[in-house]
């Protein structure tokens, strides 16, 4: 029997063991018993995976990337497997990284390719190349298969398919505080107006992880700055350095004094360090290119879920099926502060601010801090399952904020706040 077909038939047998033991649900959660028990993060796992061990030197890691090095946001997972290589001393030759695989069957293709190289574990770092991903893992059922900002893993239930994410808006949030500091000293120094204080925000696409992520970065602002606006251009393009930059200089035609960004490239920061703006970066410093300009940037931390997995699958332990990385873990990140830029006293306020969030003192969607279309929020339900009919499914707001990523490691923040404006 060929390899081929017997990986079918295996997989046939896997999708018909996953619906008979998907069946049972949880009557207060409505999820399935697959999901296993929690783990400390709050996250679930997938139970009795019953995975044999695999020894370090036979162990191999396939890393799939949207981009290459060029994309900021792919340079950080290409960082973090550098960094997961060094901590577990795998040789080069142990860990496989393929760049500019797009959100296509493409993706499926390198996947299987990496599978037939011999990796054990697979992980890929783009939102557009789950269903791909979940299609290569049923054909190679004793491959795990890892994804990033992914959706589907605990619903989908399939044994050898898990998400991961991390609660990036927790730095997100603190590097709005460092963009309301300097928006207060730019008003103490007469430099604008308590009414001039507006931030830009390049964003690349209108789903929930970016009006998270650029939601979030808002209302740290406002913390410290009541009188913050912002708005937001929407690029459509994870990465379009031209556009990105073309909407930085619109933004801040339009009085912006402050540009931040969910977009991949040097477009924005670029455009920041020839006008002389003040910018919020995002996973990676620009301080060595953008000395005058640039503040602080946010970034999630991707080592420590790359250990984890390769462990797991060393160990023959289960992989978590939603991971979900935060300051508390060292998933979410905060690159140095450029104090020849900041404000005064700037540190101070984030360890302070991050101290609280850790402790749960400080909860980020804070209900009392933001308002809809001039009421305070009391319900509202989101869609975390994402399946086929995208309905709002979950009931989010509890306690007086917004739990976000408690449901799933993915955000499902998608609400338009008053304080920010859409331009595009």
Not at 123 to 143: C, H, I, L, T, W
Request: with cysteine; net charge negative.
């Amino acid at each position: 029997m060929s390899k081929k077909i017997l990986s079918l038939l295996t997989a046939a047998l896997m999708v018909f063991a996953v619906f008979c033991f998907a069946g049972c649900e949880d009557p207060d959660t409505g999820s399935s018993a697959a999901s296993g028990s929690k783990n400390p993060d709050g996250t679930s796992s997938v139970a009795d995976v019953s995975n044999p061990t695999v020894s370090k030197d036979d162990f191999k890691i396939g890393i799939i990337c949207l981009h290459d090095e060029n994309s900021t946001y792919d340079k950080n997972f290409i960082d973090a497997a550098k960094a997961m290589q060094q901590e577990l001393g795998l040789k080069d030759e142990q860990v496989l990284i393929k760049t500019n695989i797009p959100e296509s069957d493409a993706c499926e293709t390198a996947a299987m390719e990496l599978a037939e190289e011999g990796c054990n574990v697979i992980f890929a770092d783009s939102f557009g190349q789950e269903d791909f991903r979940m299609s290569a893992a049923m054909k190679y059922p004793n491959v795990q298969f890892c994804h990033a900002t992914g959706t589907k893993a605990h619903t989908a239930k399939i044994p050898n398919f898990h998400n991961a994410f991390a609660s990036i808006y927790e730095g997100r949030y603190l590097a709005g505080i460092v963009a309301g500091l300097k928006l207060n000293e730019m008003i103490q120094n007469g430099k604008i107006t308590a009414e001039q204080a507006k931030m830009g925000y390049v964003g690349a696409m209108p789903y929930a992880e970016v009006k998270s992520g650029y939601t979030s970065f808002y209302l740290g602002a406002k913390s410290v700055c009541p009188s913050v606006t912002m708005e937001v251009m929407f690029t459509t393009s994870w990465y379009d350095e031209a556009k990105e930059k073309e909407y930085a200089n619109a933004l801040i035609n339009d009085g912006c004094v402050l540009i931040s960004q969910h977009a991949d490239s040097w477009g924005a920061p670029t455009a920041c360090e020839e006008k002389g703006v003040p910018n919020v970066s995002y996973n990676g410093s620009t301080t060595d290119k953008c000395p005058k300009t640039a503040l602080i940037s946010s970034k999630i931390n991707w080592a420590p879920y790359l250990v984890h997995i390769s462990n797991a699958v060393m160990n023959g332990t289960a992989i978590t099926e939603e991971f979900l990385g935060n300051l508390e873990n060292d998933g979410v990140q905060l690159t140095e502060l450029n104090t020849s830029v900041a404000a005064a006293g700037t540190q101070e306020a984030i360890d302070a601010a991050k101290a609280d969030i850790i402790a749960g003192k400080l909860h980020i969607f804070n209900t009392d801090t933001f308002t809809v279309g001039g009421k305070k929020l009391d319900s509202y339900k989101a869609d975390v399952d994402s399946d086929a009919n995208f309905e709002k499914d979950t009931e989010v707001i509890k306690d007086g904020y917004f739990h976000e990523s408690e449901y799933r490691s993915a955000p499902y923040f998608d609400i338009d706040i008053d304080g920010i404006t859409i331009k595009n």
